[in-house]
């Protein structure tokens, strides 16, 4: 048996890559039923000032047909306690670049009280979506 039910993770997920694979796939090795919480684009704009280069409603079809994916939903906010409200889930996986960020630590505090673990997974080193677009970039100045 697993050790979570739900398990859920939430991100950007914009020109999904290896890195994203990776980590979806090993939160699912944890959980029964994997719910991904896809940022929207205004969220992201708020947070990043910038759009990503796919829209939220391809990145979220593009997770929820994933095989490992049970349930991709657009979200609008990063507190983690909102979408612990909305989806219940027993863990939340991320990866271990938070892992020491005073952000997800207290995170990882509110969470506990209401049952739910915060659970780091291995990163994948050298892709995401920030370097594909500064390659990408690259290409074109050529
Ligand atoms: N992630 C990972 N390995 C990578 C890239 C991302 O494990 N190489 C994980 C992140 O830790 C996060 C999830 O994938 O838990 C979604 O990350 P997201 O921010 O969408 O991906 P990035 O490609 O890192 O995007 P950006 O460059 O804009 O930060």
Redesign the pocket.
Known sequence: MKQYRIGY?Q????MF?I??L??LKRAKEQCDFLIVGVNSDELVMQY?QKTPIIRETERKAIIENIKCVDQAEIVDTLDKLNAWNRFHFDAI???S??KGNSRWEETGRQLRQVGADLVY???????????LRKDADQKVEG
């Open positions: 993770t991100g950007v997920f914009d890559h890195g994203h990776n980590l990043k996986f991320i990866g670049d938070w997974l291995p990163y994948t080193d050298g892709i995401s979506s920030t370097i």
